[in-house]
């Protein structure tokens, strides 16, 4: 199981509510009754956290012409497939407890690149400093999924692990995403998200054409005589390849409205376009860990967390602007949140799961 992210500058409107088709009357010739299946497609498109710019998202939706005293019918639609437009939790469970973080980088990632990445995961925890980073902040961002937990015995604790090197390219510069699933299989296997970061050289299955990142689950090694399911994660450095498409608003988009594009953060727009896919998936997989957690739509293609909140990162966000954020005076950057050694960063709005709508930092 895994569930793709998809980067596109598209935004709802209005912001705050979550999208729903609009369903139309229609006048048929006849008031016999009937029942047809459709299904509604829509085409969003634009960046929004991982991957793709045309975003396409399938409703299945029954529609039910109902017998009337008059000429005219109206279009019902089953309660049960209404809930697949709304942002709900499926009763799967969440991660929770101690989690380590273990990122293992896949191909030639230089030392300062390497820190933007590690530096976010330590600015997760606000314990992981004796000199927290100003507000807005990471931690403040992250701490906004304890919405998510029913009871405070379930929070989710996270904290930077290992990190692999793998700047040899043990199986090439064209991966499967099965290869994708062996590299982080690496990492621990318990109590640990494995997150893959792959170089600007190498080609993944789906990279660019269809998705930005990923994040599932796979089987993990026996301990004490038990297997467990470990949760990983993959993004690549869109930079050479597609920024167009995974680094929004670091770069123009490819599609959709044109506006000019961001000043990256960290001045690395392959590496500022990875931060908003990596804490993009880091929450889905949070959240949605094995597919039946929170989400909305069809289980194979879910809007997570942050998918939900395609291409929000401010108030104000609408198609082709990523909302009203913060600028440094020094470099004329934008950025939303604050993180440790000074660091600054662009990080998704995040779906609300009790108002049903998007919450941004600033």
Known sequence: MYANLYLFPFTRAPLEEPWVPHLLEQNPSTATSAAVSTTLIALLWGPFDASFTIWFVYFSVDFHHVETDGDFGVLEVEEEERE???????????????????????????????????????????????KPPKSPSVSTWWKSTEKYYSSANKKLGISLGTQILDENYSVGKSLTTNQIVKLASKGPHSNAINVVLTAADVAVEGFCSSRCGTHGSSNGARVNGKRYKF????????????????????????????????????????????????????????????????FQGPKEAPLEAASACAGVYGKGAYPGSAGNLLVDPTTGASFNANGINGRKYLLPALMDPKTQACSTLV
């Not at 390497?114 to 314990?127: F, G, K, M, V, W």
């Not at 608003?249 to 960290?266: D, E, K, T």
């Not at 376009?273 to 889905?284: E, K, Q, R």
């Open 84 to 130: 697949l437009l709304k942002f709900q939790y499926h009763k799967g469970p969440l991660l929770n407890g101690k989690i380590s973080i273990n990122l293992i980088w896949y191909g030639k990632f230089k030392p300062s690149q390497r820190a933007i990445i590690s530096d976010l995961i330590t600015s997760l925890s606000s314990s992981s400093t004796s």
């Open 231 to 294: 949760a990983y994660i993959w993004v690549g450095n869109s930079e050479t390849q597609c920024p167009g498409q995974c680094a929004w608003p670091f770069h123009q988009p490819i599609y959709g409205p044109q506006s000019p594009p961001l000043v990256a953060p960290n001045n690395d727009v392959g590496l500022d376009g990875m931060v908003i896919n990596v804490a993009s998936l880091l929450v889905g997989t949070a959240t949605n860990p094995f597919g039946n957690g929170y």
